[in-house]
């Protein structure tokens, strides 16, 4: 299943920008943005839960698509994929340097830069799972911070959810959420944090995340929508 992920799209030809949002969607991802300019991407891709970029290195404007290649892989650890008419030997040094996950030269394939996007995924998924020791009564738990669905606080404890069980842990939420770094994790009330990276749907002040419904406040709905951009 595609549904989770978020695409974000740099182009700076409208046709080829719009040809590939058509594409994302119509193979089962969520076009979570795009822009013609890298400085514009940059500014919305910090802001928001982002799983992969698709970036064109020749933009309008004064940075081109090495310079946010290089901030998305040293500054968000974002992977991106390179799509360019040009494949020189100087811009293939450039790219080698900023760690792209893939490469498609235009004219773009559409079977090619699917099988890219996923193999991409898949492979960052693999080897960036970050993981945090929790102790669960008596037993200690190493847990990727990833298959957090939520989390939801009870005085001194926090009720932790993955997607078919969950952990007891003492902590309070603010002392929990600091050792999280993620940007995906978004409080939504007093007593609950959710991971905007997994499926949820927010139908007017709740929220409902793995057979869970939640309560949104109206100090953190705002919030909520602009990371998601709705």
């Known amino acids: ?6 695409i974000y799209i740099v182009e700076d030809v409208s046709i080829i920008r719009l040809m590939l949002e058509q594409c994302m969607l119509e193979n089962g991802f969520d076009v979570c943005g795009s822009s013609p300019n890298a400085e514009n991407a940059w500014s919305e891709i910090k ?27 040293r500054e968000l650890n974002i992977p991106f994929i390179y799509i360019t008419a040009n494949q020189d030997q100087h811009t293939s040094d450039l790219i080698l340097e900023t760690n792209p996950v893939g490469f ?31 102790q669960d009564g008596l037993k200690a738990i190493n847990l990727t911070i990833d298959d957090i669905y939520f989390i939801q606080s009870d005085g001194n404890y926090l009720h932790i959810y993955l997607e078919t069980t969950n952990f007891l842990i003492r902590s309070t939420m603010d002392a929990f ?49 602009d990371k998601m951009n709705w």
Do not use: C
Request: proline share 2%.
């Open 104 to 134: 498609i030269v235009k004219p773009i394939n559409t079977l090619q830069l699917i099988t890219t996007v996923k193999i991409a995924l898949n492979l960052h998924a693999k080897t960036n799972k970050k993981q945090l020791l929790i």
């Open 1 to 6: 299943m595609n549904s989770n992920k978020k």
């Open 47 to 73: 802001t928001m839960p982002v799983d992969l970029v698709l970036l064109d290195i020749n933009l309008v404007g004064n940075k081109n698509g090495i310079w946010l290649g290089e901030k998305l892989n």
């Open 177 to 225: 959420m600091e050792k999280l770094t993620h940007d995906s994790f978004v409080r939504i009330h007093q007593r609950f944090v959710i991971n905007t990276n997994k499926k949820f749907e927010l139908i007017d002040d709740e929220v409902y995340i793995i057979n869970k419904t939640l309560s949104v406040s109206a100090k953190y709905r705002k919030e909520l929508k």
